[in-house]
C-alpha cells in the first residue's frame, strides 16, 4: 500500500510529571534540552547538504512536511534547520525534510508546545500541497435515528468480563510495538478473534493488511452491506502499543492505550454477530497497526480509500475506553473530526446509552480519526475523559488493567455506543421488521 500521509509524529509521547513543568535551566522546555535537539538537526542538516554537494546518494529518502504557519515562525525562531519553504498559503507551509530529521522535528515540537504531532509528513510533495488549503469537507450525512427496535434488545448482552478478557489477551504480550514480533503476534492473535465472531456472519471476513515499511499488519473485519453495500460506516482503534523510554524489547502492556478500545469493538462485533447482524451498508471494523508512530496504518488506510474513491459515510475512533479521570463518562472530541457527526454522536448517546457526556480537544491529530479527516472523510472520537483528566499511564509499562482499577467497566458504554453507531450508520432491514412485530397494531391485528 502507498501511504500519502506517512507519519505525523515520531518518538511522540507524553512527557511524565516528574519531567514535566517547571524546569530550572532556561534552555530546557518541558524536562528537553531544545539546544542540543536544534544543535544535532544543525549537524545532520549540514550533513546531508555536504553528501548531496558532493553528487553522492544521500542514505535516506525525502519527506515533504506540512507545517502551520505560527509553527513555522517558532521554528525559526529557534533556528531549526527548515531549508526554505516549496509551497505556501495563508494557512500553511510545505517543507522538503530528510527521513533523519524527522525525529529531531518531533522531539522539538512535543518539547516546545507540550504537544504532539503539529506537523504532517507526506510521501509526496503532491501530497503535502494538498494541506495547504485545509482539508476536504466532508460529507457524510444526514444521520438519523430509526433502528431503536433493533438496538435496544443487544445493549443489555454486553459483558464486561468479555471486555475486560480482551484487555489482558492484549496487554499479556510484551508489548505491541509496530516492528517488534509481538505487535506482529497481537495483531494475527486479534484477526484470529475477530475471525471466530465473524463466522457467525454470512459473508464476513477478516483480512490483514500489510504496509511498505514494517511489519505489524493492520486487521480489519468486513461484513458486507446489502442494498447499499457500496457505502461504508467504519468502527476503529489502534491495535498498537509503545513505551516511550524504549522500542522492540520495552514493556508496553497499552491496556487503556488502546487495548481498551479494540476490546470495546471487539465486543461490540460479538454482540452484533450473536444476534444475527445484517447491515444495508458496509461496515468495516479496524484494528489499526503502527498508530503510536505517527497514525501510519489509518494513513495508509484512508489514503487508499480516498485514491479508490471508497464512500465512507461515517468513522469513529476508539481509543482509550478504560479509565475514568472525569465527572462525565464519555467526551467527544472537537478537534480534527466532523462537527455534524460528532454532535450525531451526542444523540446517540442520550438515545441509547443514558450517560452523561461532554466536550474535549487534543489540540493537534492525536489519533487515527484525524487520518479519516485528512482525507476527507467524516469522523467521530468518543474518549475516556477530558483531554486533562486522561489515564496518564499511557505509553509506560503501568499501562496495565490494575491502573484502570481491575475493570473494564468504563467501557460498556462505549461498546454500546458503537453497537448504535454500526446500526444507525448502516442501517438493518431488521429494525422495521421487528418495529412491525413489535407495534400493538401489529399484535391487535392477529
Ligand atoms: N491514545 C493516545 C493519545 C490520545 C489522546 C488519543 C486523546 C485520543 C485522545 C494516542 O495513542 C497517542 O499516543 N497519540 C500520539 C500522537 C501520534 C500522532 C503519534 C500522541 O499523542 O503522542
Ligand atoms: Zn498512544
Redesign the pocket.
Known amino acids: 500500500m502507498s501511504s500519502k500521509i506517512v507519519?505525523?509524529?515520531?518518538l511522540?509521547?507524553?512527557v511524565p510529571a516528574a519531567f514535566a513543568a517547571g524546569a530550572d535551566a532556561p534552555s530546557f522546555d518541558n524536562g528537553v534540552e531544545i539546544t542540543s535537539i536544534i544543535k544535532e538537526a544543525k549537524l545532520r542538516a549540514k550533513e546531508i547538504a555536504a553528501v548531496k554537494a558532493s553528487g553522492a546518494k544521500t542514505k535516506g529518502t525525502s519527506q515533504w512536511i506540512s507545517l502551520g504557519a505560527g509553527d513555522v515562525s517558532t521554528l525559526d525562531a529557534a533556528t531549526f534547520p527548515l531549508g526554505e519553504p516549496v509551497a505556501k498559503s495563508d494557512r500553511a507551509m510545505v517543507f522538503e525534510m530528510p527521513d533523519e530529521l524527522l525525529p529531531l522535528l518531533?522531539k522539538f515540537m512535543?518539547s516546545k508546545f507540550n504537544?504532539?504531532?503539529g506537523f504532517f509528513a507526506h510521501r509526496t510533495r503532491q501530497g503535502a500541497e494538498q494541506d495547504l488549503a485545509g482539508p476536504i469537507k466532508a460529507t457524510g450525512g444526514p444521520y438519523t435515528i430509526d433502528q431503536q427496535s433493533w438496538v435496544k434488545p443487544l445493549l443489555s448482552n454486553v459483558k464486561e468480563a468479555e471486555v475486560r478478557s480482551t484487555i489482558e489477551s492484549m496487554a499479556g504480550y510484551n508489548n505491541r510495538y509496530y516492528t517488534a514480533d509481538t505487535g506482529v503476534a497481537a495483531a494475527k492473535w486479534l484477526a484470529s478473534r475477530w475471525q471466530s465472531l465473524a463466522a457467525k456472519i454470512p459473508g464476513a471476513k477478516v483480512d490483514l493488511v500489510n504496509h511498505d515499511g514494517w511489519a505489524q499488519p493492520s486487521v480489519v473485519l468486513t461484513i458486507p452491506g446489502g442494498d447499499m453495500a457500496q457505502e461504508i460506516v467504519v468502527l476503529g482503534g489502534?491495535l498498537?502499543s509503545?513505551n516511550q523510554w524504549g522500542g522492540n524489547e520495552a514493556r508496553a502492556p497499552?491496556a487503556?492505550?488502546?487495548a481498551s478500545?479494540i476490546a470495546t469493538l471487539t465486543e461490540a462485533i460479538r454482540v452484533l454477530a450473536d444476534a444475527g447482524f445484517k447491515p444495508r451498508r458496509t461496515v468495516q471494523f479496524m484494528g489499526y497497526a503502527a498508530?503510536?508512530?505517527?497514525?501510519r496504518g489509518s494513513a495508509d488506510i484512508a489514503a487508499q480509500y480516498q485514491k479508490a474513491g471508497k464512500k465512507v459515510v461515517g468513522v469513529v475512533?476508539y481509543?482509550?475506553t478504560g479509565f475514568k479521570g472525569s465527572s462525565e463518562d464519555i467526551f467527544l472530541?472537537t478537534d480534527n473530526v466532523d462537527a455534524d457527526l460528532t454532535q450525531f454522536m451526542g444523540k446517540l448517546i442520550d438515545e441509547y446509552v443514558g450517560v452523561k457526556w461532554s466536550t474535549?480537544e487534543?489540540g493537534?491529530?492525536?489519533?487515527d480519526?484525524?487520518s479519516w479527516t485528512q482525507n476527507g472523510y467524516p469522523s467521530a472520537?468518543p474518549?475516556?475523559a477530558s483531554?486533562d483528566g486522561?489515564n496518564h499511564a499511557?505509553?509506560t509499562e503501568n499501562d496495565t488493567l490494575g491502573t484502570i482499577g481491575g475493570s473494564a467497566e468504563h467501557a460498556v458504554p462505549f461498546v454500546k455506543l458503537a453497537i448504535a453507531f454500526a446500526s444507525e450508520l448502516a442501517k438493518t432491514p431488521q429494525a422495521a421488521r421487528l418495529a412491525k412485530a413489535q407495534s400493538p397494531a401489529a399484535s391487535g391485528s392477529k
Open positions: 507519519s505525523a509524529v515520531l511522540c509521547a507524553f518531533s512535543h504537544r504532539c504531532g489502534h498498537d509503545i497499552g487503556d492505550d488502546n478500545g498508530e503510536e508512530v505517527g497514525l475512533q481509543d482509550m472530541l474535549t487534543c493537534y491529530a492525536c489519533s480519526h484525524a472520537l474518549f475516556e483531554f486522561m499511557l505509553h
